[in-house]
């Protein structure tokens, strides 16, 4: 099992009420995999992978991404306010 | 931009006015020059729009173009500074171009009372140096980025969202990625709420909109280490700035390789309806019945059977409510649909309609009878109840 740091804005952090969280993944799992982990955990959250701008270690990545115990993952959820 | 044989001159006044850019060694008289020979274009002059135009205005950029349609609301005093309270009710581009004039009589303002769209985009954008996105919505946020890939226009973006805010300089000039690199599905309409649904810290949109006004003056000066490729993202109750880099998507829709999308599309179909704005919502192609706020007065006035109920927040209900609704958050009703009697009609609203349709789709996909009120609890308070406060 790997550990990751999810940090979530916007709309995804007001579907789960907070900032912030620690999952617990496969080996070898991918950001889909850490997408489908937290739809589970949290089915209030509404926008899907796709909708969703994501960065792992600060850097924009696809849902294929493969994550490494530790990686930090953001959800960056699109926001259209001006 | 103009080339340094072209610029025009500074006349005393102007000297004077721009001296403390003047005495900067990253400006000087020839970047404040390239200042006046520089236009831009500001699309929306809302919380955004209001901080942008008035320190670029105040900076000297030479011609500003200002693209919006809507009236000034006692709503936008709380964070569109470039209003007065003696502003609302009238058009936003008088009341802004008459106050940006006013803070700079050197420099030209442009008005463009029109809704951007496919049909309109690239003629406006065609015709200035830098465009600054400061819009409220999807389709035209969409809808400037693509233009601005098709016409090679640096994009200066920004968007907010309650404490929370995000801004970057797309510039497809040096291939750097776009706003549908970075998304490239918009999200299902009425899922992202407004700063109108979902509120918004007035002060935001003053640091973003300052974040994209200092971007725009550096990329005239050609000065500093700009924005391309990182989106930087603001929160203003952890005040913390995070930074992530994007990159250019070689399969991108429009910058990209072989891009498919090589004019201006329909962005409101490509966004879908919006919520809030419709007396129907369509989403996975069904339609969510409704009713309008002069139908369920008069369903109340003839005490008709049915259970009335307001999916706000608490402090929402607080500001303003019908007296018989049954206060249940939108969040709480996925958790409450067993309690809820199938023999029962529901009659559901919240602030302007979008996400009582939402508790209105869950309802119905439970089984249970539910219609959406259109317009929300705004329309009531316009409509049926002119005593009720609005917000």
């Known amino acids: 099992m790997i550990s990751i740091h999810v940090l979530l804005f916007a709309q995804v952090a007001v579907d789960i009420g907070q ?22 955990r949290y089915p209030s959250i509404a926008l899907q992978g796709h909708q969703l701008a994501i960065a792992v270690n600060a850097d924009y990545a696809d849902i294929g991404h493969k994550l490494s115990p530790g990686d930090e993952l953001a959800l960056i959820p699109p926001v259209s306010g001006g | 931009m103009t080339t340094t044989a072209k610029l025009p001159d500074l006349s005393k006044e102007e000297i004077q006015r721009y001296s403390r850019h003047l005495i ?32 670029l205005a105040a900076a000297g950029i030479g011609r500003i173009g200002l693209v919006d ?22 058009d936003k581009l008088t009341a802004a171009k008459a106050r940006l004039e006013g803070a700079n009589p050197h420099i030209k303002i442009e ?12 003629d406006i954008i065609g015709d200035y140096d830098i465009v600054i996105d400061g819009t409220d919505n999807f389709p035209t946020r969409y809808c400037v980025n693509d233009a601005c890939v098709i016409l090679r226009k640096p994009n200066v973006y920004g968007s907010i969202f309650r404490f929370e805010g995000q801004a970057t300089l797309f510039d497809p000039r040096v291939k750097g990625p776009c706003y549908r ?38 990329l005239i000066l ?64 069904q339609d969510i019945p409704a009713i309008n706020v002069q139908e369920l007065k008069a369903a109340i006035d003839a005490e008709e059977d049915f259970e009335l109920i307001d999916v706000r927040e608490p402090h929402e209900h607080q500001i303003c409510n019908i007296r018989s609704a049954s206060l249940i958050p939108l969040g709480q009703i996925a958790g409450q649909l067993a309690q809820f009697d199938p023999n029962k009609r529901y009659v559901v609203h919240c602030k302007l309609g979008g996400r009582s349709a939402q ?4 309802m119905r996909q439970a089984g249970l009878d539910a219609i959406n009120v259109s317009g929300g609890i705004t329309a009531w308070a316009k409509e049926v109840d002119q005593a009720m406060p609005t917000y």
Not at chain 2, 182 to 202: F, K, Q
Not at chain 2, 245 to 272: A, K
């Open chain 2, 181 to 218: 690199c970075l998304y490239p599905d918009p999200p299902p309409p009425g899922m992202v709420p407004s700063c109108a649904e979902g509120g918004v810290l007035g002060i935001l949109p003053g640091i973003i909109g300052t974040i994209q006004a200092a971007e725009a003056i550096k």
């Open chain 2, 359 to 362: 508790a209105v789709e869950l």
């Open chain 1, 19 to 40: 900032a912030e969280l620690q999952i617990e993944l496969p080996d070898n799992a991918t950001v889909d995999d850490a997408l489908a982990a937290l739809s589970e």
């Open chain 2, 24 to 55: 900067l060694p990253e400006v000087t008289l020839t970047g404040q020059k390239k200042l006046k020979a520089a236009s831009l274009l500001m699309i929306g002059t809302g919380g955004l729009g209001a901080p942008v135009s008035m320190y």
């Open chain 2, 111 to 122: 008005t463009h009372q029109v809704h951007l769209s496919s049909e309109n985009a690239l």
């Open chain 2, 222 to 285: 050609g000065q500093g280490k700009n924005l391309v490729g990182r989106l930087l993202r603001f929160d203003a109750l952890a005040m913390s700035f995070k930074e992530f880099r994007l990159r250019r998507d070689p399969n991108c829709p429009v910058c990209g390789d072989n891009p498919s999308i090589t004019e201006l599309i329909d962005y409101e179909q490509f966004c879908g309806i919006r919520g809030e704005e419709s007396t129907t919502i369509i989403r996975d192609g």
């Open chain 2, 69 to 90: 349609f809507d009236r000034v609301e006692f709503t936008n005093l709380q964070r569109q500074i470039i209003f007065s309270t003696q502003d609302v009710g009238q």
